[in-house]
């Protein structure tokens, strides 16, 4: 899981896969598989694409929002 606090940007499908493959040689049983997610406040175009192709990678996108009230 890669957790970025603004916009996703391809870059960081790159820096989810070396996650995924440890996980995969290292922590996987036989059979099983890794995925991969990437969660951030917003994305771009190519992070679009590059995810297209890399169909093991999930996006997901967070919103924030509070609230203030006096004490």
Not at 4 to 14: I, L, N
Not at 16 to 34: H, R, W
Not at 49 to 71: D, E, G, H
């Amino acid at each position: 899981m890669e957790l970025k606090r603004g916009r996703a940007s391809d870059v960081v499908v790159g820096q989810t896969l070396p996650y995924m493959g440890y996980a995969q040689d290292e922590l996987a049983e036989e059979g099983q598989s890794v995925e991969g997610v990437i969660v951030a406040l917003d994305n771009d175009q190519r992070i679009r694409r590059a995810l297209a192709m890399v169909p093991n990678i999930s996006f997901y996108r967070y919103q924030l929002s509070f609230k203030l009230t006096k004490a």
